[in-house]
Structures are given as C-alpha cells and as structure tokens.
Nanobody, 117 residues
Framework: QVQLIESGGGLVQPGGSLRLSCRIF?????????MGWFRQAPGTEREFVAT???????????NYADSVKGRFTISRDYAENTVSLQLNNLKPEDTALYYC??????WGKGTLVTVSS
C-alpha cells in the first residue's frame, strides 16, 4: 500500500515562512524517482511548484515554477524517502492546498497553506 504523509501547512502572515515535508511509503519507490510539490488554489487547476530528482553520482535535477523561484527551496532526504519544501517570503497568492507528488505516479492528500494578515 502506498502512503504519502504530508505535514507543515498552516496560517502565516505575508512575508512569513513555512516548511512542508512529505514522506513516501511505497514498495516500488526508489531513489531515482522524482519527488516534488504541486498546489491548487480555490477555483483553479493544480499547478507545478517544484521537483527534484537524483540523476546519478552527485548530480541532482531541481526545477521550480517561475512564481516561486528565489522564495521556495526543495530538498530531499534519500535515506528517509522524504522531500521538503521551504517556503519563504510568502504572498497571499501562495495560498493553496499543497500536494506531494512522487514517482510521477503517487499523490498525497494535500496540506493547506494560508497566507493572510
């Protein structure tokens, strides 16, 4: 059975920070598979936020949506099958349900981030 356990969402004021984490439990998941984050704001479609993938040796591939570059940082613990997303300088438009995504296949249930004064 596949499980993605997300944590770290909450309410924060504009300019504030949050850290999201996601751990995957899946029998066929391996370290070469990607892990990342998407988000969905009310009334909108789910959109890409960030992803990271080990490409061998000491090389990693990391990608960000233009809207979060310079503010969000994705990181991964390969030993624990965990991916984290550090959200800095949050804006009201970052308010959304954030979903963990793994192996281009599996989805978490989402963790809510609300940015409001």
């Amino acid at each position: 059975q596949v499980q993605l356990i997300e944590s770290g969402g909450g309410l924060v004021q504009p300019g504030g920070s949050l850290r999201l984490s996601c751990r995957i439990f899946a029998p066929y998941f391996n370290k070469y598979m990607s892990m990342g984050w998407f988000r969905q704001a009310p009334g909108t479609e789910r959109e890409f936020v960030a992803t990271t993938k080990w490409t061998g040796g000491s090389t990693y591939s990391t990608n960000y949506a233009d809207s979060v570059k310079g503010r969000f940082t994705i990181s991964r613990d390969y030993a624990e099958n965990t991916v984290s997303l550090q959200l800095n300088n949050l804006k009201p438009e970052d308010t959304a349900l954030y979903y963990c995504h793994a192996g281009d296949t599996w989805w978490g249930k989402g963790t809510l981030v609300t940015v409001s004064s």
